[in-house]
């Protein structure tokens, strides 16, 4: 089994998909990933480049493993975000600008402090 499939098998469970449903979004009648673990076949480009656009991550993680300094939580929650709808991503954005104030209140109270 490659290294490259085990990183578009990890992506598919975090989406929730299946294999032929990532065929499907490929534009493929069945599913390649049996193909892809048995190596008989590989990814094209195209479809290397389809899975980064699908999946939300570089060709270089694909490929070879190099994060972006994202953790598998941080992935998560942009795969989530991007499910939202406008509402939802509008909440969303709220609450991160209500914590960036917070943290930025909290740091500048204990700075002010220590002085």
Avoid at 16 to 25: M, P, R, S
Wanted: charged share 30%; aromatic share 8%; hydrophobic share 30%.
């Amino acid at each position: 089994m490659s290294e490259l499939y085990e990183r578009i098998l990890e992506q598919t469970e975090l989406l929730g998909i299946t294999g032929k449903e990532l065929g499907k979004l490929l534009g493929l009648k069945k599913s390649p990933m049996t193909d892809w673990k048995n190596q008989k076949s590989n990814p094209t480009l195209g479809q290397l480049v389809k899975m980064c656009e699908i999946f939300a991550t570089s060709a270089d993680y694909l490929l070879y493993g190099k994060t972006d300094t994202l953790s598998k939580d941080q992935w998560e929650l942009i795969n989530t975000y991007e499910r939202l709808d406008r509402r939802g991503q509008h909440k969303v954005h709220s609450v991160i600008y209500e914590e960036t104030e917070r943290v930025m209140k909290h740091s500048y109270t204990k700075r002010k402090n220590a002085i």
